[in-house]
């Protein structure tokens, strides 16, 4: 029999090439076996019989310091994340946000170099975070694009993201850390130095100076369906093209986040006809599982907005046909209070909370595959951003696996969750699929759904995928 620290006994692997049955070993952090069951030996064994156990789970769009000081989400809503059965995040972070005193409305003058802020980033989450965590830079200026090859050598970034369809000055997203958005030469500068270093080129698709057109004819409506109108899947669609041309002439690879609408997603069927391999697609469950009429109402606002149902639709259709590679959250933390001004949308802030709904709401719905589901949750996240030892179960890896149970059934209800949020838009629904234990590095983080103490995460420094 072979000796390991952590034996997990009598569950489904499941794995993007199938569901196989095994044991899996793991000594000194990484797993050394997958074996026939009962051919280990082992100093602790987990009983995962009737359960599937997928690779740890992979948030690749998170928000750490958006609206609180970094270290303290690091400290405290990563807690979330374990909860999610999730075992990695990647923030996409800003850098007046990271390793300075925290404003609430910060200006063009905070915007720093990320040289002077990331080693105090990185002390904050290791030996602090629940979860292991990466990070992705939002590019707001020249300095930014020209630091890039800085930023992936001594930093292990090697993703960054761009808000294409905006330019200039922001005054109202000083609040999270964003006073400046690049123009176009900022975005090429940045595209051409993510192609120079094997890097990703995230973007927000959401052409803004559009939408603050469609805002004013917008303004004397104030319900979520506004929201959606000012900002319609088209001009996705538009900004996703225009970035595939960025691509192209600059070799980078294209990474829209959060699709929401059929023509976004349509738009990125075309980039990967025309750029194979280097094209890849990022949704989240609000924007297949809300739409613009839902019941949740305000707390569902997000940026960009979520659509209709035949958007939902479109949505599933491209994740089942792989034109949408990976499932994130976009986890944007924050209290009722601080979001939503009753009756009035466009006062209401943006962003939902979504690390512990996001498997089960992939898994409720039935539309995937569970190895469609690993693929979308962890395997191509783990690819596409560079995690070398994350998002598979097989010798080598890392230790992270994510028990679920699925036949486990449990209304959401925020007073359950451990984020700080005190809501959540899926409110009331009874969702079937829910991990029950994560393991880090073969440290149990989560237990019965509820993180554990263990504050084992480390900064994920990344070579090019």
């Known amino acids: ?104 409305m910060t200006t063009p ?17 290791d030996g602090h975070s629940h979860v292991d965590v990466g990070f992705s830079y939002v590019v707001m200026d020249d300095r930014h694009a020209r630091e890039i090859a800085e930023y992936a050598e001594r930093h292990g970034v090697r993703s960054f993201k761009f808000f294409v369809g905006n330019r200039g000055p922001n005054p109202s997203s000083g609040r999270v850390g964003m006073p400046v958005y690049g123009d176009d030469g900022v975005h090429w500068l940045g595209f051409r130095a993510a192609g120079e270093t094997g890097s990703l080129a995230m973007i927000h698709a959401e052409n803004q100076q559009v939408a603050r057109a469609l805002h004013d004819e917008e303004r004397g409506d104030v319900d979520l369906a506004a929201w959606s109108r000012h900002s319609p899947g088209w001009l996705e669609a538009e900004a996703i093209d225009r970035a595939t041309t960025f691509a192209e002439q600059s070799g980078a690879r294209l990474y829209p986040v959060h699709l929401t609408s059929k023509e976004g997603v349509a738009a990125v069927r075309r980039a990967k006809e025309r750029l194979p391999g280097r094209v890849f697609g990022e949704t989240c469950p609000q924007y297949f599982a809300l739409h613009d009429r839902h019941p949740a109402g305000l707390v569902a606002k997000c940026a960009p907005p979520i659509h209709g149902t035949e958007d939902n639709e479109a949505i599933w259709r491209g994740l089942e046909d792989g034109t949408i590679d990976v499932v994130g959250t976009d986890h944007i933390h924050q209290t009722r209070a601080r979001k939503v001004v009753e009756g009035d949308v466009w006062r209401t802030n943006a962003g939902v909370p979504g690390h512990e709904t996001m498997l089960p709401l992939l898994l409720s719905a039935n539309r995937l595959s569970l190895p469609r589901v690993a693929a979308v ?16 179960i097989a010798p080598g890896f890392d230790g992270d696996l994510t028990l679920v149970d699925l036949g486990k059934r449990r209304v959401v209800q925020a007073d359950d969750l451990e ?40 900064y994920l420094f990344r070579e090019a995928a």
Request: hydrophobic fraction near 45%; include cysteine.
């Open 377 to 392: 949750a962890s395997t191509n996240a783990a690819r596409i951003f560079g995690l070398a030892r994350k998002g598979s």
């Open 1 to 104: 029999m072979t000796r390991v620290d952590v034996a997990v006994t009598g569950g489904s692997l499941v794995m993007p090439d199938g569901v196989h049955e095994g044991d899996v070993g793991i000594t000194a952090g990484t797993i050394v076996a997958v074996a026939a069951p009962g051919s280990l030996d082992a100093g602790e064994t987990i009983d995962a019989h009737e359960l599937h156990v997928f690779p740890g789970l992979i948030d690749p769009h998170a928000h750490p310091g958006n609206l609180r000081p970094f270290e303290l989400d690091i400290a405290e809503e990563t807690r979330a994340a374990a909860a999610g059965g999730i075992t990695a995040i990647l923030g996409t972070v800003k850098a007046p946000r990271l390793g300075q005193p925290f404003k609430e």
């Open 419 to 458: 984020t700080m949020s005190d809501f959540t838009p899926f409110e009331g629904m009874e969702l079937a699929g829910w991990p029950v234990l994560a393991l880090l590095r073969g440290t149990v983080i989560m237990r019965d759904g509820r993180s554990t103490d263990a504050t084992v995460g480390r």
């Open 109 to 125: 003058e905070d915007v720093c170099s990320y040289n002077d802020v990331f080693e105090l980033a990185r002390a904050a989450i």
